[in-house]
């Protein structure tokens, strides 16, 4: 099974508002990558954290991690249309596993 | 650099055909992935490299898939016979053998659909 759980699903919003995803996951990390995903391209990665890590920022992009929970969330501030995609977080265990993503929808 | 890049960006074939996929990694990268994306099992890790060497191939999902990496700068992925439930994205990732575990770079995936 996954390692990550993306939560929700799908996330619809206006534009200007906070978007916030959550993942969960099931064992030991070392690590914690953040990836978004737009229509018809690969993956890009976003933001990592480590696991010693509680919270990390870049731009509009705020990572938390709570490795007592084995969770981590992303929020996007003042989101924009082109913030619209898909957004997965992956975990090391030596090998990069995907959860099944958020679907971010931003609306102008 | 150009990225990662994979060719081709959509292949339409029938069912018991061949397909070959190529992927040319990042220059100087030491480590190649090769994943499926499904909408129903989302994206799957099939198999990974180390300096050409297969480490990892428990995700491959059945002989009929091989992939090899006869260098530094490409390697394949190859179906035969397909299958309609090959259908799929399949995504190629690299990364430097610093960040394999922390930042991978993906090409833009090839559409397959075998009918």
């Known amino acids: 099974s996954q390692q990550g759980e993306e939560d929700p699903q799908a996330l619809s919003i206006q534009e200007g508002e906070n978007a916030t995803m959550n993942c969960s996951y099931k064992t030991s990390i070392n690590n914690l990558q953040w990836y978004r995903q737009n229509s018809g391209r690969g993956l890009v990665h976003l933001i990592l954290?480590?696991?010693?890590?509680r919270e990390k920022h870049s731009g509009r992009l705020r990572v938390t991690l709570d490795t007592s929970k084995k969770s981590s969330s992303l929020l996007i501030t003042a989101s924009r249309a082109a913030d619209t995609a898909s957004y997965f977080c992956?975990?090391?265990?030596?090998?990069?596993?995907f959860g099944d993503g958020t679907t971010l929808t931003v609306k102008p | 650099d150009a990225g990662v890049i994979q060719s081709p960006r959509h292949e339409v074939t029938e069912m018991g055909q061949e397909v070959t996929l190529r992927c040319k990694p990042i220059?100087?990268?030491?480590?190649l992935f090769w994943y499926r994306q499904t909408m129903m099992r989302g994206l799957e890790l099939l198999i990974y490299?180390?300096?050409?060497?297969?480490?990892?191939d428990s995700g491959m999902p059945e002989d009929r898939f091989s992939a090899k990496m006869p260098n530094a700068s490409f390697s394949t992925l190859k179906i035969q016979p397909s299958e309609p439930r090959d259908s799929a994205v399949y995504f190629c990732?690299?990364?430097?053998?610093?960040?394999?575990?922390?930042?991978?770079?993906f090409g833009s995936g090839t559409q397959l659909s075998v009918l």
């Open positions: 992956a975990t090391d265990r030596g090998k990069s596993t």
């Open positions: 990732a690299s990364s430097s053998a610093l960040t394999a575990n922390e930042k991978l770079f």
């Open positions: 954290i480590r696991s010693n890590e």
């Open positions: 220059s100087g990268h030491d480590y």
């Open positions: 490299f180390n300096n050409n060497v297969p480490i990892d």
